[in-house]
């Protein structure tokens, strides 16, 4: 059985047996409780944030990686038409179309 | 019931849901699909290696082409109508110039290759049963766009870069070209692309990441993808200006003297580095598949053929070289034809000179006198000189396909097969073994291994590509007394009305009849020229061979005035200037 349970048992009996509504024991164990509880709380908003943050990087990864792969694509292409551009069979078509001629 | 006891059951209620609904997903239910989180193992192709010529231009590259797949069962339109729309992208990019440059029979082709094609799009579009079809790879970027502008459900485009070639065909024999192999995967054939395959395809990635349903990755746990390795970068040996220039003169020359064929190779014979490699007919890399086949063999390295007087050279330097003989050496015995084993051997043109010297042996391309000398080397010598030139085997040359050419085996030599080896007959060898071995007459003795890449470039680390061997055939006086006599072949023998003025150079004319059925067909010769330039120091060894030659059937009228042609352009290129005396 859980901690809660056995706090019950105990906080039960103590309200049976004891004038006082509230003895020292008590007010230390509620308090251990609440703070358990408060600890656990955070630790899983802290999980959801870092999971929610997480699932966002992987997004965010895959947008850089496309982004990565569009610029590389862009770069072939670019330097395809360097080469094209520069190559000897541009420029001995662009010589006889400007009426270039060999001496 | 206290506040207590009511608190405790919900909490007990709430975990046995939960725990409940955990053991439904996980044994119960057994969802199917992509919904829970998978590690993705798709692979990363690995962009292959590029190649480069000697003044860093990249002769091959890449481009961005890509796949173009259908899932049947999506698509929308009639598969006949949309095979219609989608066969006039897909057809060969041979046809892709403006529509005013084709002829009317390529419009034709053109016409019946998009009908063929559509009949095939339709067979695949209209199979249901396929969820994912291939339609067609390597599509160019902007016929994607153009296809991507249809707006066509079930159409889609996966990543598939081709090779792209600047120059066209330059070089093409070099290159050697990439195709698919059996599993779909790029692979290299012929020239380069066949020689280093392994290291210009690279290594693919893997992705080898978790993904969530939604396709992107959870960067936790098993997060480390694989990166494709690039394939190693060639540099080349060829200067992409004297390739450029040879490939030309050799078309004009080819039209000129109206031949089936020719190479021209032309090399450093201090290093053995190939400068430019040119054969005529050639193809396009980029279009191979829609060239003949018998094209793709790079005939400088791999056709063989009967050398001829060429070959004189190889004789004259073993001679040399054991002394048997000296440039002043006079021939007794060339007064005539003589009869060998029953066979007759006479000179070319039937004119004979008594009593004359070696030099003038190799200056009048005297067979007779050739017989002579190779009666003073005899089988076991001649045999090894052979073989340490380099013919009889493959020159190691960085480029598949590579041929050895064919020597009879030394127990088979007769007396005849001796006379006319003497002369280059019954033998037959592959251009980049001539060129080896008057290389190595010009490199004094010293044969060098030819090679086309000089270094090999990952990235990294650089990778020098040095010879295979590197050994002294003959010694360099016979190197040398070997390159006055080619130098007076040219000053003086049968093409020195069209030897440049003023520059020694050092060649020999050759002219081989095709052995067709047992015997010589007259009417069909191979012509070849090969030679050295400035013969004291030499920057270019270069040989020009023509297939079947019909203007002329000789190697004087047709290799050699090619061969000044192209030494004209080299001189100005290097800067050699002609010699004072």
């Known amino acids: 059985m859980l901690p809660i349970s056995v706090f019950d048992k105990n906080f039960a009996f103590k309200i049976k047996n004891n004038n006082q509504n509230i003895n020292l024991i008590g007010r230390v164990k509620v308090k251990v409780l609440v703070v358990t509880a408060i600890i656990i709380l955070v630790v899983l908003a802290t999980q959801m944030v870092f999971a929610a943050s997480l699932a966002t990087d992987g997004q965010k990864i895959s947008q850089i990686d496309q982004e990565i792969e569009k610029l590389e694509i862009e770069n072939i292409n670019l330097k395809v038409q360097i080469t094209q551009q520069s190559s000897f069979k541009t420029l001995k078509e662009k010589a006889k179309t400007l009426g270039f001629e060999k001496n | ?581």
């Open chain 2, 1 to 581: 019931m206290d506040r207590f006891r009511i608190f405790q059951l919900c909490v007990f209620l709430l975990a046995a849901i939960i725990i409940l609904r955990l053991f439904y997903w996980q044994f119960v239910a057994k969802i199917e699909g992509n919904f829970g989180a998978d590690v993705s193992s798709d692979t990363l192709p690995a962009t292959r290696g590029e190649i480069y010529t000697a003044d860093n231009f990249p002769i091959v590259t890449n481009q961005n082409a890509s796949l173009l797949y259908a899932h049947p069962r999506e698509i929308d339109k009639d598969p006949k109508d949309l095979a219609r729309i989608l066969a006039p992208f897909l057809i060969s990019e041979k046809y892709s110039t403006r529509e005013a440059r084709l002829s009317a029979d390529e419009k034709q082709q053109k016409e019946e290759e998009i009908k063929t094609k559509e009949e095939s799009l339709t067979a695949k579009l209209a199979n249901k049963n396929f969820f994912w079809i291939q339609l067609a790879r390597k599509v160019p970027r902007q016929t994607r766009y153009k296809i991507e502008d249809t707006k066509i459900n079930g159409l889609g485009f996966e990543r598939d870069d081709k090779r792209f070639y600047p120059e066209a065909s330059l070089a093409a024999h070099v290159i050697g070209f990439v195709g698919s192999d059996k599993f779909g995967e790029d692979t290299g054939y012929f020239g380069l692309e066949g020689y280093y395959d392994h290291r210009l395809r690279g290594k693919p990635g893997k992705s080898g990441k978790i993904i969530d349903p939604f396709g992107f990755p959870i960067l936790i746990g098993k997060f480390r993808p694989h990166q494709p390795q690039k394939g190693t970068s060639l540099h080349l040996t060829i200067d992409r200006s004297i390739q450029f220039m040879v490939e030309e003169k050799l078309r004009l020359a080819i039209e000129k003297y109206d031949a089936k064929g020719g190479t021209i190779i032309i090399s450093d014979p201090k290093n053995g580095h190939i400068l430019a490699m040119a054969n005529s007919p050639t193809y396009q890399p980029a279009l191979y598949s829609e060239y003949n086949e018998n094209l793709y063999k790079n005939p400088a390295v791999a056709e063989t053929y009967e050398p001829g007087s060429t070959f004189k050279l190889i004789a004259m330097s073993a001679a040399l070289d054991l002394g048997l003989v000296d440039p002043q050496t006079r021939c007794e015995d060339c007064s005539g034809a003589r009869q060998i084993g029953g066979f007759e051997i006479s000179t070319w043109n039937k004119k004979y000179y008594p009593n004359s010297t070696m030099t003038e042996i190799i200056q009048h391309s005297d067979n007779v006198g050739m017989t002579y000398v190779a009666a003073k080397l005899q089988v076991d010598k001649f045999y090894d000189y052979i073989s340490k030139f380099g013919f009889g085997k493959e020159t190691g040359i960085d480029l598949q396909g590579e041929s050895t050419g064919f020597v009879r085996a030394k127990k088979d030599w007769k007396p005849i097969d001796l006379a006319t080896a003497s002369f280059g007959q019954g033998i037959a060898v592959t251009p980049i073994q001539m060129v080896q071995a008057v290389a190595t007459i010009a490199n004094h003795g010293k044969l060098i291994t030819p090679k086309v890449v000089a270094r090999i470039e990952d990235g990294k680390k650089t990778e020098e590509v040095k010879p295979n061997q590197i050994r002294q055939v003959i010694s360099p006086q016979a190197a040398t007394l070997m390159t006055e006599m080619m130098v007076n072949a040219v000053q003086n023998g049968e093409a020195k009305a069209f030897a440049p003025k003023g520059f020694r150079i050092a060649g020999k004319t050759g002219t081989a009849q095709i052995p067709v059925a047992g015997h010589y067909d007259p009417n069909k010769t191979i012509t070849s020229f090969v030679g050295f330039v400035p013969a004291d120091d030499p920057r270019f060894v270069m040989l020009v061979r023509f297939t079947e030659p019909t203007s002329s059937p000789f190697g004087s009228e047709t290799a050699a005035p090619t061969f000044f042609e192209v030494a004209k352009e080299l001189f100005n290129y290097f800067g050699i200037l002609p010699s004072k005396n």
